[in-house]
Nanobody, 115 residues
Framework: QVQLVESGGGLVQAGGSLRLSCAAS????????MGWYRQAPGKQRELVAV???????NYADSVKGRFTISGDNPLKTVLLLMDSLTPEDTAVYYC?????????WGQGTQVTVSS
């Protein structure tokens, strides 16, 4: 079992920045990817950014150039730096870890961007 604990998030004005952090604990051997998803009210959960154990990174088109994901090796901690935030980035952000085809999720942290 993998447990994920998120920190960061909160309320920020448009154009501002926030940092999200996620730490994995428990049986954390061989985590292949870690990343962030988000879910806005009335919308489906969507990928924001992921990083692999090999260091590859993938971003949603909507956040490219504004968000930066980083992770350690072996994967157990992942950071998401969010710059130039807009109200459209408002959502609950969930940390995700993939280990041997099993997905694990954090409890979610609220990010609210005011206009």
């Amino acid at each position: 079992q993998v447990q994920l604990v998120e920190s960061g998030g909160g309320l920020v004005q448009a154009g501002g920045s926030l940092r999200l952090s996620c730490a994995a604990s428990g049986f954390i051997l061989s985590i292949s990817t870690m990343g962030w998803y988000r879910q806005a009210p009335g919308k489906q959960r969507e990928l924001v950014a992921v990083v692999t154990s090999g260091g590859s990174r993938n971003y949603a088109d909507s956040v490219k150039g504004r968000f930066t994901i980083s992770g350690d090796n072996p994967l157990k901690t992942v950071l998401l730096l969010m710059d130039s935030l807009t109200p459209e980035d408002t959502a609950v952000y969930y940390c995700n870890a993939l280990q041997w085809r099993q997905n694990y999720w954090g409890q979610g942290t609220q990010v609210t961007v005011s206009s």
